[in-house]
């Protein structure tokens, strides 16, 4: 299952998207969204400031 992303406190900073080793991450409508090529590695929770992304 891919990382959830609280869209409420993504920032859209794209820290995530720079980070995902597989590029699951694109920013969408301005947020930050989680496509289904996530590997659930979690370097989007560590590099998130405004810990906006869970993983479920």
């Known amino acids: 299952m891919p990382a959830?992303?609280?869209r409420e406190k993504?920032?859209?900073c794209?820290?995530?998207v720079e980070v995902c080793p597989v590029?699951?991450?694109k920013l969408v409508?301005?947020?930050?969204k989680v496509n289904d090529e996530?590997?659930?590695c979690g370097q989007c929770?560590?590099?998130?400031?405004?810990e906006a992304i869970e993983m479920k």
């Open 4 to 6: 959830l992303v609280d």
């Open 10 to 12: 993504c920032t859209a």
């Open 14 to 16: 794209e820290s995530c």
């Open 23 to 25: 590029e699951a991450i």
């Open 29 to 32: 409508d301005g947020k930050a």
């Open 38 to 40: 996530c590997v659930d």
């Open 45 to 50: 929770v560590d590099e998130c400031p405004v």
